[in-house]
Structures are given as C-alpha cells and as structure tokens.
C-alpha cells in the first residue's frame, strides 16, 4: 500500500485540472490568423489546399473544410496565412466556420457558440452521447476516445460515450458519411429518444473534407437534419472538443 502511495504522489497529477486555460503543444495548427492586406492573389494557398477551404478574392479560410495539414501556409510567399495553437474552435453554426482577418479568436469564443436556455436544462448536469463512425479514417474517433482518458476526462463534467443510443442524448457523426453508413446513421439517431443533440466531429463530418466530392458519400442526412454543433479538425484535438460540449452545455 505504502508502494502505491508513493507512486501516486511521484506521478502527481494525472487529468488537466482547467481544461478551459490548458496550454496546447505550440506547433498544435488551430486557429487560422490571415493578413489580407499582404494577400497578392497568387491563388497558391488555393491551388495547393486539398479540401478547397481558402478562398482568396477576399482571403478567408472555411475550418470547416480545412484539414489543417498547412500547405497553404508554407506556399504562400508573403505569410499571409498563419495558423496558431488557438484550440477552442467549435461553433453551433456553419456559417461561423469561416474566418477572414477580422476574426479575433477571443471574439470568436464568445460568439460562435451561443448557450441556449433549453439546452442548459437539459443537458446541462450529464451529457449521453453516442459515437458514429461514418466511414472515417478512425483519427476522429481515437481522440474522442481520448476525451474520456485520464487526462481529459469529461467524464468529470458529466459528458460520457455510451454504448446504446438508447440510453444516449444524442449523437456523434465522424467521417464523411459513406453510402454504406448513410442508413445505419440515420437508423442510429432515430433511436435516440427525443429531445436529442447532433455534434458534427472532424472536418470530413462537416464538410466531406478531402472526400467531398466523392461519388461513394451519401451526405443527405445533413440536409435533412439540423446539426446543433460543429467541432473542426483533422483529426479533433480532444480539448476542443471537451471545450465545445462545455461551452454549448452553458458550463
């Protein structure tokens, strides 16, 4: 017993005690921070980006078509595109995925995600969610898995995976959403009793990333269904996640 006691004591603290004001990895790509000003229209950050998330008649990045692999970065000549380790990214809107020069980080915290009342009373003492992996590449879905580890834990914060959407709030969606998973997920979230949650997870969730115009994707759930939340990345770094269920719970 005196062993682990003092193992315990040696290893100190295991989970990250404020996920809120963690310090994420500086070479982390988060949040884009763009100089339109410097912008010459070179169309090479376009050209080279793999998912067509730049646009440069006015220089805008869509996170929710970016895969953050930094190619447009390393091929623009004047460095007009920068991304930083900003990590707090999700937004209960696609239209605020898109960021140009003016977007503050700060700022964008503040309104991207907007916590509504009904949502608080609800959800707001202990979030059920279940995963759907929609024929994805499995990054998604090994940092979701990591949410739940002893360093994130937002188990602590009453948000937990289970394992039945039965007993689940809502749901998850990770990957693109394939022909052959279009019926299972759909059949997954009528399942879930209502009233019931929609998270989007990763960049080929939201926007079909590098596989968006793939003949081989069936994305007409998301015509059909609202999606209460986005959570960008490529795959999503579990602190943003854990952020973003957080910030939308009104916690």
Do not use: W
């Amino acid at each position: 017993m005196f062993d682990a006691i003092k193992v315990r004591i040696k290893q100190g603290k295991q989970y990250i005690s404020d996920v809120k004001r963690a310090e994420i990895n500086p070479k982390f790509r988060g949040f884009p921070k763009l100089d339109d000003k410097t912008c010459t229209r070179c169309d090479n950050c376009a050209g080279v980006c793999p998912s067509g998330a730049v646009t440069v008649n006015t220089l805008k990045i869509d996170m929710g078509k970016c895969t953050f692999c930094g190619d447009c970065q390393r091929a623009c000549p004047n460095q007009s595109i920068q991304f930083t380790n900003f990590h707090k990214l999700s937004a209960d809107r696609r239209e605020a995925l898109i960021v140009n020069e003016n977007t503050d980080p700060n700022q964008y915290t503040v309104d991207a995600v907007q916590s509504r009342h009904e949502i608080k009373r609800l959800f707001g003492r202990s979030l059920k969610l279940r995963s759907v992996s929609a024929g994805g590449c499995n990054g998604c879905e090994l940092e979701l898995n990591a949410c739940s580890n002893v360093n994130f834990d937002m188990t602590r914060f009453g948000i937990e995976i289970v394992a039945s959407p039965r007993h689940a709030d809502g749901i998850v969606i990770t990957g693109p959403v394939s022909e052959n998973m279009a019926y299972a997920l759909e059949d997954t979230l009528l399942a879930v009793p209502s009233p019931r949650i929609i998270i989007a997870m990763g960049t080929c969730a939201i926007s079909g990333g590098v596989f968006q115009n793939s003949p081989a994707l069936n994305r007409k759930f998301f015509d059909k269904y609202k999606i209460d939340l986005y959570v960008p990345g490529c795959p999503v770094h579990p602190l943003t996640f854990v952020n973003g269920i957080l910030r939308f719970l009104g916690r």
